[in-house]
T-cell receptor, first 113, second 116 residues
Framework: ELKVEQNPLFLSMQEGKNYTIYCNYS?????LYWYRQDPGKSLESLFV?????AVKQEGRLMASLDTKARLSTLHITAAVHDLSATYFC?????????????FGQGTRLTINP | DTGVSQNPRHKITKRGQNVTFRCDPI?????LYWYRQTLGQGPEFLTY????????KSRLLSDRFSAERPKGSFSTLEIQRTEQGDSAMYLC??????????????FGEGSRLTVL
């Protein structure tokens, strides 16, 4: 059974600092997704990583994937308050021609002035 | 708005009552998913439709839960004889054929269920 673990689960950081969220998964997959969720809201897609070594960047967020280590990272550069949210990674598991996403527990990120 | 639409957004019900949620996916998407999310947790997969066919169900989907997608467009999720443990956010997502074959899911705003 595919399991996805994120750490840390809670992260409080100051504006301007850098930090990394880690996502480990238990079985082989070549698809890794990062989502953002604001309180009471739905999930917003941030990144889709499709191959080993994939790196994608959007603003202050950068995601990477190492399929051999079964590890993805989400790096935050010079954090700003607007990035406060819960971040989920999800791993794709092929079902009947589609991808079933298995989510981690989420990392609740709070950025303080 | 052409995103995934869910209603009702909030439902409060008494234990033992039946509830039904509706999901309208992005119009060109043939794949539809239901997930459940409890407070402080990540979404958990419930079931998957390709067009009108329900192709996968999680063991989380007990006999009290039923999902349909009769014409391959909108879907309904019904919970019979609700229990307090059913209180959660029920999320619908859809996906379609995209050029990169990414399998990316697009989520609706969710239907929050509170069972008293």
């Amino acid at each position: 059974e595919l399991k996805v673990e994120q750490n840390p689960l809670f992260l409080s950081m100051q504006e301007g600092k850098n930090y990394t969220i880690y996502c480990n998964y238990s079985t082989t997959s070549d698809r890794l997704y990062w989502y953002r969720q604001d309180p009471g809201k739905s999930l917003e897609s941030l990144f889709v990583l499709l191959s080993n070594g994939a790196v994608k960047q959007e603003g202050r967020l950068m995601a990477s994937l190492d399929t051999k280590a079964r590890l993805s990272t989400l790096h935050i550069t010079a954090a700003v308050h607007d990035l406060s949210a819960t971040y989920f990674c999800a791993v794709g598991a092929l079902i009947q021609g589609a991808q079933k996403l298995v989510f981690g527990q989420g990392t609740r990120l709070t950025i303080n002035p | 708005d052409t995103g995934v639409s869910q209603n009702p957004r909030h439902k409060i019900t008494k234990r033992g009552q039946n509830v039904t949620f509706r999901c309208d996916p992005i119009s060109e998407h043939n794949r539809l998913y239901w997930y459940r999310q409890t407070l402080g947790q990540g979404p958990e997969f419930l079931t998957y439709f390709q067009n009108e066919a329900q192709l996968e169900k999680s063991r989380l989907l007990s006999d009290r839960f039923s999902a349909e997608r009769p014409k391959g467009s909108f879907s309904t999720l019904e919970i019979q004889r609700t229990e307090q443990g059913d209180s959660a956010m029920y999320l619908c997502a859809s996906s379609g054929r995209d050029r990169g074959n990414t399998g990316e899911l697009f989520f609706g705003e969710g239907s929050r269920l509170t069972v008293l």
